[in-house]
């Protein structure tokens, strides 16, 4: 493998084909106020059909707001995001999104969490829970259906959450460190998993992690992201075909690229946090 990174072109025009085009994409929360504060700066990104898009960045760089933008759940402050050639202005059920924490609803059971979508959608009852047990069955979790979410352990409630998007068939899977809590073997089985059920569905997949092996496991493209406000900084291809042995030379010097293009950024985010707490 050549590890050459890729510049994208800002002027390519937006396809209907693309998952996901981004444009001049910023964001910046609570803009017009005293408060304002800027997560997001020009950020030109496509994700193709079927894609496995991994994004890395220091703390706070801005990749859990570009997944809200993407999501529809907060508007850019600048720029444009379209999803199929059609600008995204709200949520869809085609783009669902699994939370940096997990956010299953406590008063009901598994199995009505992971048909929750589909009782908005109005989905009869059975199809639901049909619905449901199959996609519990995917995360290992069908004898769960009727339990409460506070009866199962961390992990497994990430999970659920798994499920939960699943259950809906969406087209993009927006994925916020979904494996970050769990232990060591059931994330490596998690990451099966998805890249299965990735490729069954051809759903795209944005995926944020801060794990640089975890990264190399499962991205068709890395994306690097630079300290707050967060702009692209490189795109790194992975062509190795999957399964990846995580000790394969190309591998290795892909980590080693990923891990420097990271160092210097992970650097400037710490430094500019400590700067701000010193400035109350
Ligand atoms: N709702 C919000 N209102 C105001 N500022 C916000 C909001 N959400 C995030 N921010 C700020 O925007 C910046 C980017 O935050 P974001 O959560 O997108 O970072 P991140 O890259 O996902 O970080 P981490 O890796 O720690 O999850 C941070 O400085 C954060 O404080
Ligand atoms: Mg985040």
């Not at 496509?46 to 529809?72: M, N, Q």
């Not at 460190?177 to 759903?203: C, H, I, N, Y």
């Not at 992690?209 to 975890?214: R, V, Y």
Request: charged content about 25%; overall charge negative.
């Amino acid at each position: 493998m050549e590890a050459c990174s890729v510049v994208f072109d800002p002027h390519r025009p937006v396809s209907s084909a693309d998952a996901v085009a981004c444009r001049g994409v910023g964001k910046i929360w609570a803009a017009g106020t005293e408060r304002a504060h800027e997560a997001l700066a020009g950020i030109d990104l496509d994700v193709a059909a079927g894609e496995f898009v991994v994004l890395l960045g220091p703390s706070g760089c801005g990749k859990s707001t570009l997944l809200y933008l993407i999501a529809g759940l907060e508007a850019p402050t600048s720029g444009e995001i379209c999803f199929f050639g059609d600008p995204v202005e709200r949520p869809s059920p085609d783009r669902s999104l699994i939370f940096q924490e997990t956010s299953l609803f406590p008063w009901l059971s598994v199995g009505q969490n992971v048909a929750f979508g589909l009782s908005i959608r109005g989905d009869p009852p059975e199809a639901r829970r049909a619905a449901a047990r199959e996609a519990l069955a995917r995360v290992g979790l069908a004898a769960a259906i009727d339990k409460r979410p506070d009866e199962l352990s961390g992990g497994m409630r990430q999970r659920v959450a798994v499920a939960r998007a699943l259950a809906m068939r969406p087209k993009l899977l927006l994925m916020d460190e979904p494996f970050a809590a769990l232990d060591v073997q059931t994330r490596a089985k998690m990451q099966d998993f998805l890249l299965d059920v990735s490729q069954a569905s051809g759903a795209s997949v944005l995926f944020v992690t801060h794990s640089i092996d975890e990264a190399v496991a499962l991205a068709d493209r890395v994306v690097v992201f630079t300290a707050r406000p967060g702009r692209i900084k490189e795109i790194v291809p992975v062509p190795m075909p999957r399964p990846r042995d995580p000790f394969a030379p190309d591998c290795v010097k892909l980590r080693r690229l990923l891990t420097e293009a990271l160092r210097s950024e992970v650097d400037r985010a710490f430094a500019e946090q400590e700067a701000l707490a010193a400035t109350g």
